[in-house]
């Protein structure tokens, strides 16, 4: 999954270098913490959110094979 949120991000920021993302994992949860460069955020969230938005459901529907919920968090 981390690779799937990797591939997504990466074409769309100045600083593909500092894409990182890290998990953590609850009983019923995994959390993905996406990290950009503060410069890139604009463009991962989107006009509105929408970027944003399809990222996680493309990342939601990719998981949903999971008995786990999925989140993901985007971080400065």
């Known amino acids: ?3 799937l949120i990797e591939t997504i ?5 100045d600083f593909p270098d500092e894409v990182r993302v ?3 994992e609850d009983d ?7 990290f950009v460069n503060k410069s890139d ?3 991962v969230i989107g006009k509105q959110g929408r970027v944003a938005k399809a990222i996680r ?3 939601y529907a990719a998981g949903s094979s999971q ?4 989140y ?3 971080c400065e």
Do not use: C, D, F, N
Not at 9 to 13: D, E, G
Not at 28 to 34: A, N, P
Not at 67 to 70: D, L, V, Y
């Open 22 to 24: 890290t998990a953590s």
């Open 57 to 59: 459901t493309v990342v």
């Open 9 to 13: 991000v990466k074409p769309l920021v």
């Open 67 to 70: 008995q786990k919920k999925i």
């Open 1 to 3: 999954m981390k690779e």
């Open 41 to 43: 955020m604009g463009k």
């Open 72 to 74: 993901l968090e985007i």
């Open 28 to 34: 019923h949860r995994i959390t993905y913490q996406l």
